[in-house]
């Protein structure tokens, strides 16, 4: 009887307190931080050796690693922040963690600890004034082009989207398109229009953006860019590049090693350039993040893990092993973003987009019911190139229901 009342005992004391009690002798007590990934399991090796170097360092903190498919990371994230019993410790991208920052869902973020961080993309990820997240890895699209077409079309590589255009019809008689530019997949076109400026529901409508949307609106009427703009994906735009039925397509220089691998005639063909700018000269970035749940039972240990993970060693170990971009200030100073040698075109690659990242201001800024505003752009973009209405007109439209949104 007393043996099972002991056992009862150190039950309760795991349901109540959190605290994982080992069997060896002495009753070593250890707090259990559960952490979840997204599709980071090709990467275990570098996972584990992590984690096990963080356990030693501190032997009072065990890490329960957990890769989740990333296809459905949002909705079993949903479900677990809003339970009782979250992750402590959970990698999403900064749109989602926005959402649960406005569902009031998540843990503030102490900016002084951010220091180390590149600090236009701190800025860029608050939320209200706020920081509700870690920044892990980014990436920053390059310019990859088929450089035979391009001398074939006796043009030089574009700058900005302007000159894509100005060059576009010398491509098209190549036979292939000057790129697929995915207009209406996410927030690409919230994207581009940041480079103009555009980045409200009071500017939504503006002159300068009607100029914008009319810009694409002649491309796709002229058929110089394919009819599959409005529906496409990025997925198609890499194939349509692989087939060298596109010139340029504007990517994260990860997408490299695809085409090596899938076409590699094409591959002897490419070569790489910094992304197109528009009217400001900014570049875009995208990001993964950490996020802590307000109900998380351990934020300390595990915003002591999120910053060991993010440390200049281990986000440059990882660039090295996937091609990510740091976004930790020191480790983008290190030589593996700074140097490459000619032969070698996924690094410069690398090292273009790495030094893109210290051009990013001012960058898109994450609104309430983000998915939302971006497809209210996305069908605009699809009625202006289709010439359902007056440019002018779509846009007043999508002004108003923006703002409706933010009410």
Do not use: C
Request: proline share 4%; net charge neutral.
């Amino acid at each position: 009887m007393k043996k099972v009342f002991l056992v009862l005992i150190i039950v309760l004391a795991v349901i109540f307190t959190g605290v994982k009690i080992t069997n060896r002798k002495g009753a070593e007590k250890y707090t259990e931080v559960t952490f979840w990934t997204l599709q980071m399991s090709d990467f275990s090796s570098y996972m584990n050796s992590i984690i096990k170097e963080f356990e030693t360092a501190n032997p009072d903190i065990k890490i329960k690693w957990i890769d989740v498919p990333f296809s459905e990371g949002e909705k079993r994230t949903l479900a677990s922040v809003l339970s009782d019993n979250p992750p402590d410790l959970i990698n999403l991208n900064p749109d989602f963690s926005a959402l649960l920052a406005q569902k009031g869902a998540l843990y503030e973020i102490d900016t002084d600890l951010m220091k180390d961080f590149n600090q236009d993309i701190i800025d860029a990820v608050k939320y209200n004034g706020k920081l509700y997240l870690i920044p892990w890895y980014a990436t920053s699209a390059v310019t990859i082009y088929n450089k035979d077409l391009v001398k074939q079309a006796g043009v030089s590589v574009p700058q900005t989207y302007e000159q894509m255009a100005q060059i576009a019809p010398q491509i098209r008689k190549t036979g292939a398109y000057v790129m697929l530019p995915n207009i209406t997949e996410n927030d690409t076109m919230l994207r581009i229009l940041n480079k103009y400026g555009i980045n409200s529901a009071e500017n939504i409508n503006s002159e300068k953006s009607v100029q914008v949307f009319d810009f694409f609106k002649k491309l796709y009427q002229e058929d110089l860019i394919p009819k599959e703009s409005i529906t496409q994906t990025h997925r198609e735009a890499l194939e349509k590049y692989m087939a060298e039925q596109i010139v340029f397509f504007q990517s994260g220089a990860n997408f490299l090693n695809m085409i090596k691998e899938n076409a590699p005639s094409t591959y002897e063909k490419t070569d790489v350039a910094p992304q197109f700018k528009g009217e400001l000269g900014q570049n875009d970035f995208s990001l993964m993040n950490f996020i802590i749940p307000l109900k998380a039972a351990h934020k300390a240990e595990a915003l002591k893990f999120a910053l060991f993970i993010t440390n200049e060693k281990n986000q440059l170990e990882l660039g090295r092993l996937t091609n990510v971009l740091a976004t930790n200030d020191r480790a983008l100073r290190n030589d593996f973003y700074k140097e490459y040698s000619q032969d070698d075109l996924i690094a410069k690659a690398r090292v273009i987009s790495a030094q893109q990242l210290l051009y990013i201001t001012p960058a898109p800024k994450t609104n309430r019911n983000q998915k939302d505003i971006n497809t209210l752009v996305n069908t605009a973009v699809q009625e202006v190139l289709l010439n359902k209405d007056a440019t002018q007109n779509i846009l007043n439209r999508v002004a108003k229901n923006w703002k409706d949104l933010n009410n």
